[in-house]
């Protein structure tokens, strides 16, 4: 029986780190790329070193970064504002900027608590985010974990932080989601939305 | 408004080459491999690159192969063989070796006429195709093209190619798929499945 060729095989077993691909999405993805965009493939290889070498960190709030200070720090208008708003990665700060509400300052824990995975206090930078807090002044943090399990494990640790330097802390709002609807919301949601429920 | 970084942007842009990969999906990709696999996106990197430059064809099936000939063309058993397989791409040639019924040669088309796409008989390989048959005795040539509109339309383009040159042309059987049931199967399958019916 025929087996594919080593460089082949290589590509398959390697796309296989993509989040939702199967031996067989691999090897049709391997195959559609070989037979019809040899130069796409070998600019997703070049983007993919290039991103995977050259992106590190904002030295001041972690977030993805190619110099010493991302964007946000690095804007005078923005790194003196009082609040700090905390969240778990990078995909979530650019969701929270997207919706152009939010002009202060953010901090970025790059995964939740987790003691199982290893994940504690130390791999989130929380000493980095405690000296933060007692260096600059801040007026309020928000803390836009997900409200899953973990994220509300590590929003009560972060709080806690916030609290031994005297800084007011806030949470997301939970409730029904814009467009929900109430027969297909689930009870915690729907509970949350209840006991939350503000006068009009 | 904050922005991905130049090289996060560009991965998430090269990302969008892979099937069914929208800039949403492309995104998530690009921040989960920076966050938690930068060795697994770098070997992928290197995987496509040795891929896309070191794969190319048998000089004889047009399979991928990274030698002149395939491990089946290379195969003395195989290759003087009076039976030859025309499938539309490597893939198919897998499927098919898979089954382990096979044991004849393959041509590879890699693709099915398409006059709007500028696919032609040139670009398929059919004089490649016309020389091997005048030059090697064949007794039999299987059609193995989908029984999609392009697949039949080039089956019949191919069929007249092998009866000039006298060889016995056949096509894989249509029906019923194993497991199908009655109820669900399209019509035109069924009219197939119905007017081939065998004697038992």
């Known amino acids: 029986m025929a087996r594919h060729t080593p460089k082949v095989q290589r590509l398959i077993d ?37 991103a995977m070498q050259g992106v590190g960190s904002c030295q001041q709030c972690r977030t993805f970064c190619e110099q010493e200070l991302c964007s946000i720090c690095g804007d005078v208008s923005r790194s ?71 994220g509300e494990a590590t929003a009560y640790f972060v709080a806690e932080l916030c609290r031994k330097h005297q800084v007011a802390v806030s949470r997301l709002a939970q409730g029904m989601p814009v467009g929900g609807e109430l027969e297909y919301v689930d009870g915690n949601t729907l509970s949350y939305a209840f006991s939350g429920r503000k006068q009009v």
Chains 1, 2 share one sequence.
Do not use: W
């Open 14 to 50: 390697a796309l296989r780190i993509l989040p939702s691909v199967g031996p067989k999405s691999a090897q049709r993805i391997a195959y559609q790329l070989l037979e019809r965009n040899r130069d796409g493939g070998l600019q997703l290889a070049d983007a993919l070193t290039s």
């Open 80 to 150: 003196q504002s009082r609040q700090l708003c905390v969240v778990a990665s990078s995909a979530d700060l650019y969701a929270i900027e997207h919706t152009g509400l939010y002009n202060g300052r953010y901090f970025v824990l790059r995964g939740l608590l987790s003691p199982l995975d290893g994940i504690g206090p130390a791999q989130l930078g929380l000493d980095q985010l405690a000296a933060m807090l007692s260096q600059a002044q801040f007026d309020e943090v928000i803390l836009a974990t997900n409200p899953t399990v973990e």
